[in-house]
């Protein structure tokens, strides 16, 4: 096929479509840009997107439809927001995205096309764009990413930890629990899926009944009895106070370490890893532990 600029960047509509976009997809990927005159973004995408697909050489070409002219295909494929970008390959919708995008992204979205791209690479960049969504107050755009972050790389914890915790604020601990069940072995020590985990396992504490009245009661009244401490920590936990239980199961370690086979340590190191390792909750309570294990 002709490799000169006209063919690689050309205007295109409805009856051409067909031609232009399906069957020259089977040759190489055909990137289409729905715009109109009367849109701002469209403006500003369509000379950087020209720019981008231009610098390929030839392995992808762009077709530009002014749907307000030719609002035919654009219909068919629900197009409801512009500019709305599609990739075709073999006569087939690929990939796509709305809205104006950073050059970064045109470029990584131009590679996948072409197959240039690092699947792992891209995955940490999602990643970092979905941090930065969440600091921006976008938690939609931040779970868009994640997801597609962990479609390119499955065995990236951090995309997988950051879509289970925006799944956890959405109240699908259900699809969260899933998430972090189907994380493959490499993933299992990560620091983020751990905590994530470790939540879980206070769960059903949470769903318990409070006792702690009765059982503060219990250890106000013998201060030694560390049953009765770990317990009390246990339903602590479960009311969401971390950390006063860190207190009580400091005391216990420092009384009898060994006690019921270092129950009360274990239990400490499962609140740590539910805090999560910025917490000064955790940060403080292994200080602490720290200074009794080692004096």
């Known amino acids: 096929m002709p490799d000169t600029a006209t063919d690689i960047v050309k205007d295109s509509s409805d009856t051409a479509f067909m031609v232009d976009v399906i069957e020259a997809s089977k040759e190489v990927p055909v990137i289409v840009d729905f715009w109109a005159p009367w849109c701002g973004p469209c403006k ?11 610098a390929a050489g030839g392995k992808v070409k762009l077709v530009k439809i002014n749907t307000q002219e030719h609002n035919g295909v654009s219909t068919q494929l629900g197009v409801r927001s512009i500019p709305a970008v599609y990739a075709f390959k073999d006569g087939q919708p690929v990939d796509g995205f ?101 939540k879980f396992d206070l769960r059903p504490a949470a769903n318990a009944p409070d006792p702690t009245s009765d059982l503060a009661a219990k250890v106000a009244a013998s201060p ?41 340590r274990l239990f400490l190191l499962t609140i740590f890893e539910a805090e999560g390792t910025d917490s000064e909750i955790s940060k403080e309570g292994r200080k602490r532990l720290s200074s009794i294990l080692y004096a």
């Open 44 to 54: 500003q995408l369509m000379p950087r997107l020209e720019k981008a697909v231009k």
């Open 98 to 198: 709305i809205g104006a995008q950073p050059d970064t992204a045109l470029n990584e979205f131009i590679a996948r096309l072409t197959g240039e791209s690092d699947p792992k690479e891209e995955s940490k960049t999602l990643v970092a764009r979905a941090r930065d969504s969440l600091a921006a107050g976008d938690p939609g755009g931040a779970a868009q990413d994640f997801a597609g972050a962990l479609a390119l790389d499955d065995t990236n914890a951090a995309a997988r930890a950051g879509l289970a915790r925006l799944y956890i604020d959405g109240g699908n601990d259900e699809g969260a629990l899933q998430l972090l069940q189907d994380a493959p072995e490499c993933c299992l020590d990560d620091p983020e899926i751990t905590a994530l985990k470790s």
């Open 224 to 264: 030694d009895d560390l049953d009765a401490r770990l317990e009390l920590a246990k339903a602590l936990v479960g009311v969401g106070r971390n950390a006063e239980a860190v207190d009580h199961l400091i005391y216990s370690v420092g009384k009898n370490r060994a006690h019921n086979g270092e129950a009360a």
